[in-house]
Structure formats: structure tokens, C-alpha cells
């Protein structure tokens, strides 16, 4: 076997032009193959990034009417609707996919929270309990969190995220400052940012949307007070969202789930009502998004395995030629004794040595091909090595496909006709 694998690479490098045109068929199909590929995976790793995060694995569970999550600046404070208790939120903390569990209320605001005459024009106020910046990773940028003080004592304190310090508070710390939320002044005591400053891509209209659906707060920034704080400035009573995080990605879906099942079966509403608890299944749209982009980009694939079977036809052709030229060759050993399989073997091991060869280039060349997309079209790619394996193996076995029937009429040669060929 070694020594066919030797003879085929000097024979390749004998013929080098030769070799290199039949190889291009099959470097070009494998090269497509491996950046569609890594761009269909960083696609998808990007769409699971803009609707989920960098990876906090956190889920909403809140309130709909129907196909519309409450929001009471528009809605009415709905009846019916209890108060979860902790012994609920335990109750949520003990399932299996959950490894925290938080509980908050919340309001988009436009022009209700001031610095003065500076006001913040969109974004979220957030009544939140001592566990929502964990359930949400965020980090404390400046100042402290909550204590246990804050909650048992009222007290109007606020925390911002970075987003919204920025806008109330421009070119001054915000720490120790007072602002106004609905009229009532509260105090600044700290500045968190949610994650690694993950900034999502958007592509699309509705990823935008999706995207600030998703998260805790929205693009205008986040405007936290402990949530015993929340009646001075709303209601009592107002219903609350539970947030839950799971102990990985693919756990999100039956978390929010679970979690939805839970708080719906403690619901007493009269039949007829539309008002139930439903989790934001954010990978189920990942997905549904990444198989949309997957049913394209499989059509260009099947392109590419459309060059890889022109460079098997081509890599058939030269090897039909290479019978031809060397059939003094095969005429003098089948005579010295050489049985068929040795020489079906030593030109198979050629045809295929010719396409490994071509596969390896291809894959190099597909990596930088896939990288100059990246940076052209700002997109994640994502290089797979079982499909690099792959792609090499593909192109081992276009070798054996294409290089059988050349192998078979070398193997089948009369030696007496084949030493009469000048």
C-alpha cells in the first residue's frame, strides 16, 4: 500500500499541470462545501445569539391575553390574577432544568423617568427581588446592589443599567444623584451591564424585534427598583413575571414551559377567559429561523457536490489517459507474475491519492474562503472539523468511485496485447 501511495504522489508531481487541472474540480467542490457549510453554522449560531444572548440561558414567563403579553400601560389591572407566592417560586427552583428563579413586574415607560429636564424616552422600569440580576447575569459595574434592607424598608432606590446611565446621566456619575420615576424621586446606588456587552446583528426587522422581546430590558435601557418599592410608584398587586434560568440552552424550552404549567394551574379565571402564563420559547424561533437559512444555503450545497462530480468525471479521464500511456507498464508486470488486484489496487490508490490530495487543498482553501465572507458580509462563521473530516473522506471516495472502471480495464490488460502496444 505504501508503495502505491508513493508512485501515485510521483506520479502526480511528474504531471504536476496535469494533476492540478483535474484536481481543481474537486478543490472547488470542496471548498464550497466547507465555507457554506461554516457559514450556515455561524449563521445559525448568530441567530441563536440575537434571540437568546450570549449565553445566559434565561427564559420570561409572563402573563398574555391571548397572543399579547399584559403590558399595563395600555391594558387594565386584570381580576383573577393571585399573587405568586414564594412557595410557587420554590416550587419552580426545584425543577430539574431550572438553576434560578426570579420574580419581577415591569412597564415600558416613554418619558416617565427624568434626570432633571433630561428624560430617558424609552426602555423599562423593573420591579425586581434580590435574585433577578443572577437570573440575568448581570455584573455591577459601579456603586452596589440591593440589600435585604432596601426590600424590608421600602426604600427608593434604583439601580440603571449601563444603557440608560449613559442617556440620564452624560457626562456625570449617576452614583448618589436623584432622578424622577412617575414623580417620585429615587436615589442611584449602582450601575450593572447585563452579560459580556453582547451586541446582537441584526439582519432583518423582526430580528430586532425578536431580540428586544427577549431580553429583560429593551434597547432604550433598564430602570431597576426593589420591587417592594414598586406600589409608591404603580400598583398594588400588578402581575408579576417569573424569570427562570436553565441550567444549559437546550433546556430553555421545557424550563419556560414547566414553569408556564405551574403558574397556570394556581389561575382561577371565568371560563372564557383568554389570560394564561406562556414562556418566550426563544429556541423554538432560533431554530424555525435557522432552518429557514438552512433550506437555501442546502441548495448551494448540492451545487457544490454538483463540482465535485465534474472533477470525479475529470479525475476518470485522466486516469483512463494514464492506463493508456502506461500500458507497456502494466503488460511487463501482469508478465512477471503481477496478479490483478496489484494492479486494480496501485491505480486506485492513484485516483484516490489524486482526490485526497484535491480534498486537503479544497479544505485549506474553503477556510480562507469561508474567513473572507466573514469579514465581507460581518457574519459568524463557524469552521466544523467533523465536516473538514468529512470533506476529505468525500473526496477519498469520489477517488474510488471514479477511479474503479480506470483500475478494472488496467487490472484486466492481456499482457501479450498490452507489451505489442507502442
Known sequence: MLENI????HGIWAHKLRSGLTMLGIIIGIAAIIAIVSTIQGTNEQIKQNLIGA??????????DGDYPID????TLPSGIPVITQDVKDEIGKLREVSAVSLFTSRYINNSVFNGNLPLDSGRVLGVDADYFN???Y?????RSFVQSDYDLCRKVVILDDTAAKILFPDSSPLDRTLEIMGEPFVVIGVVM???AFTPTYDTIQDYYNSVNSGATSTGGGVFIPNRAWPIVFQFDEPQSVAVKAVNTDSMTNAGKQTADILNARLSLPEGSTLTYKSQDLLEKARQMQDLASATNRQLILVACISLVVGGIGVMNIMMVSV???IREIGLKKALGAKKRVILFQFLTEAVTLTSVGGFIGVLAGIVLAEVMSRMSQTLVYISVPFIVIGVLFSMLIGVLFGVFPAVKAANQNPIDALRQQ
Open 324 to 326: 493508456t500511456e502506461r
Open 194 to 196: 447585563q452579560g459580556s
Open 139 to 143: 455584573s455591577l459595574l459601579r456603586g
Open 6 to 9: 508513493r508512485l501515485a504522489f
Open 72 to 75: 399595563l400601560s395600555y391594558y
Open 55 to 64: 449565553g445566559n440561558n434565561s427564559v420570561t414567563v409572563q402573563l398574555y
Open 135 to 137: 437570573v440575568f447575569s
